[in-house]
């Protein structure tokens, strides 16, 4: 494995993590547009993906996932 894909598995386990401790309390350093679910990352040459499911659940629904969501960075900070 190399350095690249060990930092691209780092990336999503962290993500994975941020979003399950954070959710309860709403917040969600990753994504701030939208309440996300379940992200999956796919690099392609110098891009990162991000595709989320995005949970419009309402008051007293649950997993209420109308579309998918792809966020992408070239460099992982913008």
């Given at each position: 494995?190399?350095?690249y894909?060990?930092?691209?598995s780092?990336?999503?386990?962290t ?7 954070a959710?309860?309390?709403g917040?969600n ?5 939208a ?8 690099v ?7 595709y ?20 992408s ?5 913008n």
């Open positions: 494995m190399n350095r894909t060990q930092f691209i780092f990336f999503t386990l993500a994975l993590a941020v979003h399950f401790f959710a309860e309390g917040f350093p990753i994504f701030r547009d309440f996300t679910a379940d992200p999956a990352t796919m392609v040459g110098d891009t990162t993906y991000v989320v499911g995005h949970d419009d659940a309402k008051e007293g629904q649950f997993f209420t996932v109308p579309d998918w969501m792809c966020y960075s070239k460099d992982m900070k």
